[in-house]
């Protein structure tokens, strides 16, 4: 499957504690998008990594959350301390953007994992 | 003010008829423009992009103008397999990440 690999497809976890996820992108795509997604709503940016470095993150990024994408490849999201609020589907995506000094216009969207459901009891 | 903005509906139609969409997004900076498609529980995946000249895919039509910051998706002859909600999607380009709607919910019946 040469498509956006995210595990663990769920995870029910206790209050307060720590989860990891992992996301695993297409492998020629330089960027790499977190999202949030709760019942009802659209995706909401969490940050993005244009090779390994964390270019943007949202105000939704507490200090309890932390993304890396340490060899610009696969990424973690990790929460802390989990809260019941954290209970939401977490989307990875990965599209090829222009970088570099030279701006090349493309029109390329974003490809999507299949989500970490994730439930804080 | 959300960086884009979509009727939620939800739109219940029948089976063969023709239904549109409509978004608007906020930053003028925008340059590229998408719908996307979410079945229940699954995740969001491309049904086309919206170029400056309107596209057209088979039954699906989309249209951007820019003047008016404004992106349409037109479905004619509705099957029940279009029952999903549709995801307006802009991005800023180069530094940009991808703005989502709400989403519109479309069901359509027998």
């Known amino acids: 499957d040469t498509g956006v690999s995210q595990n663990p497809r769920h995870k029910i976890t206790k209050r307060g504690q720590n989860v990891t996820f992992r996301c695993d992108p297409i492998s020629e795509h330089n960027r790499l998008y977190w999202y949030r997604q709760t019942l009802g709503q659209g995706p909401e940016f969490l940050t993005y990594f244009q090779n390994e470095a964390q270019l943007e993150k949202s105000r939704l990024l507490s200090d309890r959350f932390s993304a890396e994408r340490p060899k610009g490849s696969f990424s973690t999201l990790e929460i802390q301390r989990t809260e019941q609020g954290d209970s939401a589907m977490y989307l990875c995506?990965?599209?090829?953007?222009?970088?570099?000094?030279?701006?090349?216009?493309?029109?390329?969207?974003?490809?999507f994992g299949q989500g970490t459901r994730l439930t804080v009891v | 003010r959300k960086e884009v903005e979509q009727d939620p509906g939800p739109f219940n139609v029948p089976e063969g008829a023709t239904v549109a969409f409509n978004c608007t997004y906020s930053?003028?900076?925008?340059?590229?423009f998408f719908w996307y498609r979410q079945d229940c529980r699954k995740e969001p995946k491309l049904l086309m992009s919206v170029y400056s000249s309107g596209n057209e895919d088979g039954r699906f039509t989309a249209q951007l103008n820019r003047a008016s910051q404004y992106i349409s998706l037109l479905i004619r002859d509705s099957k029940l397999s279009d029952s999903a909600t549709y995801l307006c999607v802009v991005n800023r380009g180069r530094v940009g990440q991808f703005y989502f709607g709400t989403g519109t919910s479309l069901t359509v019946i027998p």
């Open positions: 930053n003028s900076a925008s340059q590229s």
């Open positions: 995506a990965s599209s090829l953007g222009g970088g570099g000094l030279v701006f090349i216009e493309m029109n390329t969207e974003a490809f």
